[in-house]
C-alpha cells in the first residue's frame, strides 16, 4: 500500500549527478517529503523493491548510465500503475516529448529549476495524467 500522497508524498529520487542528488534531497526532505536516493537505474529497481509500498513518485534524470529514465519509469508504473512520475532533463520537456523520447503526458523540470516549481511539479505528478491541464 502507498503512503497517503495528500500530506507527504514518499519520492524515490534517481540522478548520477551527487551535487544535484544532494541539492534535491535537501530541497524535497524541506518540503516535507521523505526521499530515496539511487544514482542510477539499478541501485533504483534496488530501492523500489526495498521500499516501493511507500514510494509514490519517482523523479529521474532522463539519461542515466545502463537504463534510461524513460525505461526505468515504465518497468516501475507497470508493477505500480499509481507511481507519479517527473523527469529531470537539461533539455524542455515539449522537445522531448515530440521527439518521443518521454511519453506525450510526461512531467519534465529543467535542472536548474527553483523550489517553487519543484512543488508544484510534484503536486501534478500525483494527478492521474488524464486529469493534468499541461506539461511542466
Partial sequence: ?????????????????DLLRRSLARRLSQLGHPVV?????????????????????????????????????????????????IFLSAHRGEVLIAQGVLPPNALCLSKRHPTELLAGAVHRALVPPKERLQVA
Fill in 1 to 17: 500500500m502507498q503512503s497517503n500522497p495528500a500530506q507527504h508524498p514518499t519520492i524515490l529520487l534517481v540522478t548520477g549527478d
Fill in 37 to 85: 536516493v539511487a544514482r542510477d537505474a539499478q541501485g533504483a529497481r534496488l530501492a523500489w523493491e526495498q521500499s516501493h509500498s511507500a514510494v509514490d513518485l519517482l523523479l529521474t534524470d532522463v539519461l542515466l548510465p545502463g537504463m534510461g529514465g524513460p525505461v526505468l519509469a515504465r518497468k516501475l508504473t507497470t508493477r505500480s500503475p499509481r507511481l507519479g512520475v
